[in-house]
């Protein structure tokens, strides 16, 4: 599946421009609330490694990556819908989306970052409450064995390692 989208119609076209990617509207609500609460944080950082991807929300310092994803271009199971207009097309674009992501998630939590994946329909008090969680959770990694959630085996699991993977949109703390 190579080539360009082509919107077969000037409606889908319209449609899709209006789809922002990033400095999206709930990014910025998150993005000022953390900045009210006194956080401070890189926008639009790259990935360490993987230098053409960047994590929207990084803190550095901590090793955290906030991502706010975008309904329809990350696939949220109830907001996403591939379109009629080329479908295939868009089906395949979406679905090696969610394979970058993955990907990206890995590079993160291989460099010893704890990765949050959002989705852009979760309010902006919640992504701050959430990520505030976390940060005190990695601030106090140094001396105590943390408890997190496992993205991949959806279980909780003990030890004193590293966190592996926050559930990305299900975060439950
Ligand atoms: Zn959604």
């Known amino acids: 599946m190579a080539g360009e989208p082509v919107p077969s119609s000037v409606e889908v076209s319209a449609?899709?421009?209006?789809l922002p990617r990033r400095d999206?509207?709930?990014e910025l609500a998150a993005r000022r609330l953390l900045h009210a609460a006194g956080y401070r944080y890189r926008v639009c950082f790259p990935v360490p490694g993987a230098p053409r991807r960047s994590i929207d929300v990084a803190f550095t310092r901590s090793k955290v990556a906030v991502f706010?994803?975008?309904c329809f271009w990350h696939g949220c199971p109830e907001h996403g819908e591939v379109p009629?207009?080329?479908n295939a097309w868009w089906a395949a674009k979406l679905a090696k989306n969610a394979v970058r992501d993955r990907a990206t998630n890995e590079q993160l939590l291989a460099d010893?970052?704890?990765?949050?994946?959002f989705w852009e329909h979760t309010g902006a008090e919640e992504v701050l409450s959430r990520t505030i969680a976390v940060l005190r959770s990695r601030e106090?990694?140094?001396t105590a064995p943390i408890i997190c959630l496992d993205?991949?085996?959806?279980?909780?699991?003990?030890?004193?390692?590293?966190?592996?993977?926050?559930?990305s949109h299900q975060l439950m703390l």
């Open 15 to 18: 449609r899709m421009s209006r």
């Open 24 to 26: 999206t509207g709930p």
């Open 68 to 70: 706010i994803d975008g």
């Open 84 to 86: 009629m207009a080329n």
């Open 112 to 117: 010893g970052w704890t990765v949050l994946r």
């Open 140 to 142: 106090m990694l140094a």
């Open 151 to 167: 993205e991949d085996t959806r279980s909780y699991r003990s030890g004193n390692q590293a966190p592996r993977t926050i559930d």
